[in-house]
């Protein structure tokens, strides 16, 4: 049980050998993987009691328009010390009977004076479980007795602090790999630490208030932890050790240089097809996200590609017409609990629709689609109407729950739809927007936590405008005109219902996602209004959070301005303004970008290896100084950094920028050869310079060439988790071979269609060939054989037979073979490789 991570594959093996504290050991799992829904049994079990379980809420109703945290109801409470912080989250939790301290020097020291550990709970203001926890664990006088007396507590906004977030998480990663054999994570995330060193040694998401799931109680788990921390001390010492040690490892990204080619890109973007919802879109199974950066990489290499576009159009258009986009209102959620996309997780994030309104705009430009420019307005009518400070910059999100009811503001019963049209005077219009928006076909939306209430509907379409009119016998001009009309009166009434929590905080990056949304909506469609609210923006977060030194802060809440900008933070407003040039042609935004991205330089550059870090040098709270490549939710600060010097170099004809973009791509190469799929952004880089002067990419010793059957690519660093080696064998007749795969022992790799009968399946990556040009091949799939739980696998060496058709009779056809190897205990990350043929 915890909040979601967004869907990435980050699987790696780890040892910790020897884990001391194994009675504490088996009470911390993580409930939540990155990769699959979250839980509300043993860990790593999908939740039984329905979609909606992965909602967020606001736990006090009486917090409405903005989250202030501040509770009437609380009588003579005295607050805790984050009753004097601006973040909505710590905030929240400023009444809670636990004694909060923010993180920082004062509560490391006071920690270190009454030898105690410190719980570091990290969470958000839209956090479902974290507001759950908060009600059953950190409200409890009982157990906030127990966390006070012998422990340090700190609260942490991940959103606030990231790299604080990023390097728990990772622990977090690593003790559920050790402890349970996968790795996991989400939110709320708590972690113990050693004060003497801030070295994580138990790790978790959400406890129990009662013994549940196979898991003790959070009170009994912290009464184990405070025994543990007398009676084991040197044990609990080497625990944390040992995880601090593989956390700095990871997140150092310590990788050797490895040669970079132009085909990167067009390889990595066939590789995700392995993953793609062929029919409802989007990449893997449930629960579904946006994952906006893979969109991006379509956006960049598919347009010679067939499949890639097939791939990029189905995902814009099945995302745009389901429930994860806000039919009335406009906008995205943050994900769907399902595979169709209908019912959403409720809350809005600022970072999604700035992403998305960029990708649908660029489809649009591509295309010309009318509906793809439609989706556009909506995010950006949306974000100004309900997400715009007075001065122009924009917050961060919105809750999903209104007074405990998940998804509040949005649903709809047959009876609330009817009576909203029949109040504004459109009766006869009640029977078109209940076959409009799949009311007339039954509820798709129960709320398990409230089952008294009754069925109600995630408005959704059931296909493209275009086609439920013809569907519906209209014209499409009048049945467009008919669905505003019906739209604006449900969203009047959707206004008169109490409203989700808004965390109403600025944050630099996030404000340079929604600048770019902005500024390339209004260059695309033609509108003038939007680009001014992309420069109004622009202007208000460089006044609110620049520096005079030059620098950033990271966040502001009222007249406060706290936190120094962290990489992702100057990344992504550079984007921003970059992309402001673009629609206005103004030089100060040149200027400004420029300036922002030297900045980052002195105070983020890897002299030793090239690159950036992600954090400033000199932060004694932080155990690692992370230099992360790959993109979350959030795209990462140094691939998109890379893409700023490349702009800048084309824009100024600077030859300082591509030297920049050369010597960080020299350290950035191994990790990206290794997970390119994890670093996309990085991925377009590589393409841009490629195109602009492809001896600049990293280099090495060039492959063997020149056989009829050639491997075209080899992976640059290889897992030491698995040695699967495909192969690509000559059948007996023109134009056949067999795909050959030899799969270690005690190792099995999923079939083509791995099936399986439980939620965790759901999310196997199965065997794949995709065709990245010259040609089609159609493959004779095997079935596999039964492992367990109905998944079907293969183990030795399968042969897998498929003919190859080339364009012509001088194409060489180049495809990429996909696989997932696993063993009992977890699989590992999604393989591919990359094979020639000519016929």
Not at 449 to 478: F, I, K, Q, T, W
Request: net charge negative; proline share 7%.
């Amino acid at each position: 049980m915890a909040c979601r991570r967004d869907g990435r594959w980050r699987r790696r093996r780890v040892a910790i050998a020897g884990l001391a504290i194994a009675s504490l050991a088996s009470l911390a799992g993580c409930g939540d993987a990155a990769e699959s829904g979250p839980p509300s049994g043993p860990a790593g079990a999908v939740a039984a009691d329905g979609p909606s379980v992965n909602s967020n809420s606001n736990p006090d109703p009486k917090m409405n328009q903005h989250a202030t945290g501040h509770r009437a109801g609380d009588g003579d409470r005295t607050p805790n010390r984050l009753v004097d912080e601006t973040s909505p989250y710590l905030l929240q939790h400023a009444w809670n009977p636990v004694d909060w301290r923010p993180w920082g020097p004062e509560a490391f020291e006071e920690a270190r004076r009454r030898d105690v550990p410190i719980i570091v709970s990290i969470g958000y203001s839209t956090c479902y479980w974290c507001h759950v926890m908060e009600r059953e664990s950190f409200e409890d006088p009982a157990v906030a007795e127990i966390m006070n007396r012998d422990f340090v507590c700190i609260k942490v906004d991940r959103e606030q602090r990231p790299d604080v977030d990023e390097i728990h998480m990772a622990a977090c990663q690593i003790y559920t790999q050790a402890t349970e054999g996968r790795p996991s994570g989400g939110w709320p995330l708590n972690a113990f630490l050693n004060p003497d060193n801030l070295e994580p040694f138990l790790v978790g998401t959400y406890f129990p208030p009662e013994p549940a799931y196979g898991r003790p109680s959070f009170k009994q788990l912290l009464q184990n932890v405070a025994s543990a921390w007398e009676s084991q001390r040197e044990e609990i010492a080497a625990q944390a050790g040992r995880i601090a040690a593989l956390v700095r490892e990871q997140l150092s990204a310590r990788v050797d240089p490895t040669p970079l080619d132009p085909g990167l890109a067009a390889r990595t973007a066939a590789g995700l097809l392995q993953f793609h919802d062929a029919e409802q879109g989007g990449f893997g199974g449930a629960p579904k996200f946006p994952q906006p950066v893979y969109l991006e990489l379509l956006l960049e290499v598919g347009g010679d590609s067939p499949e890639l576009r097939a791939a990029l159009i189905r995902t814009l258009d099945r995302m745009a017409v389901g429930g994860i986009h806000d039919q009335v209102a406009g906008g995205f959620h943050r994900y769907s609990v399902d595979a169709e996309w209908t019912v959403p997780h409720f809350e809005k994030m600022l970072y999604d629709n700035g992403q998305l309104a960029s990708i649908y705009a660029e489809a649009h430009a591509r295309t010309g689609d009318p509906y793809h420019a439609e989706v556009v307005r909506g995010i950006l009518d949306y974000v100004g109407r309900e997400m715009t400070d007075a001065d122009g910059a924009f917050w961060s999100a919105q809750d999903a729950e209104v007074d405990t009811r998940e998804g509040g503001t949005q649903i709809w019963t047959e009876d609330e739809m009817r009576s909203s049209l029949v109040d504004a005077g459109l009766a006869s219009d009640v029977d078109f927007a209940l076959a409009l928006y799949g009311l007339d076909g039954g509820a798709n939306f129960r709320d398990p936590h409230h089952p008294d209430a009754p069925p109600s509907n995630v408005l959704r379409l059931r296909d493209r405008p275009e086609a439920v009119a013809a569907a519906m016998g209209m014209d499409p001009a009048a049945f467009a005109a008919r669905r505003a009309t019906v739209d604006a009166a449900l969203l009047a009434t959707r206004e008169g219902r109490p409203q989700p929590a808004l965390d109403d905080k600025i944050l630099a990056s996030w404000n340079g996602l929604m600048i770019k949304g902005f500024a390339d909506g209004g260059r695309v469609l033609g509108e003038p209004a939007y680009i001014d609210a992309a420069d109004r923006a622009a202007d208000a977060v460089l006044a609110r959070l620049g520096r005079a030194d030059g620098g950033l802060n990271r966040t502001a809440r009222g007249e406060v301005v706290q936190i120094d900008a962290f990489l992702e933070d100057y990344a992504l407003m550079a984007e921003g303004l970059l992309a402001l040039h673009r629609a206005t042609g103004d030089p100060r935004r040149i200027e400004q970008a420029a300036a922002l991205v030297e900045a980052a330089r002195e105070r983020f550059w890897n002299d030793e290896r090239g690159g950036w870090y992600d954090t400033q040098a000199g932060q004694s709270d932080l155990i690692v100084r992370a230099s992360n490549i790959s993109d979350g939710a959030v795209p990462s600060g140094a691939g998109t950094m890379l893409l700023n010097v490349i702009e800048l170099a084309k824009l100024t004809d600077d030859p300082r920028y591509l030297d920049t973009a050369e010597a960080a791509l020299a350290g950035m190469s191994g990790g990206i050869a290794a997970n390119p799929s994890g670093a996309a952004r990085s991925v377009i880089a590589v393409e841009r310079l490629a195109a602009i002067d492809p001896a600049r990419l990293p280099r090495g010793s060039a492959g063997s060439t020149g056989a009829a059957v050639a491997s075209a690519s080899e992976p640059a660093v290889r897992p030491d988790v698995t040695v699967v080696e495909p192969s690509i064998i000559e059948g007996d007749e023109p134009g056949s071979y067999r795909l050959r795969i030899d799969i270690p022992e005690g190792q099995h790799v999923n079939a083509h269609e791995p099936g399986g009968d439980t939620p965790e399946s759901a999310g196997l990556v199965g065997l794949s060939l995709q065709v990245v040009s010259g040609g089609s091949i159609e493959v004779t799939w095997p079935a596999g054989e039964p492992w367990r739980d109905g998944v079907r696998v293969h183990e030795g060496r399968v042969e897998i037979p498929f003919v190859v058709a080339p364009d012509d009779a001088d194409s060489t056809v180049v495809f990429v073979v996909g696989w997932q190897a696993c063993d009992d205990r977890v699989c590992f990350r999604p393989e591919q490789r990359e094979f020639a043929v000519r016929p």
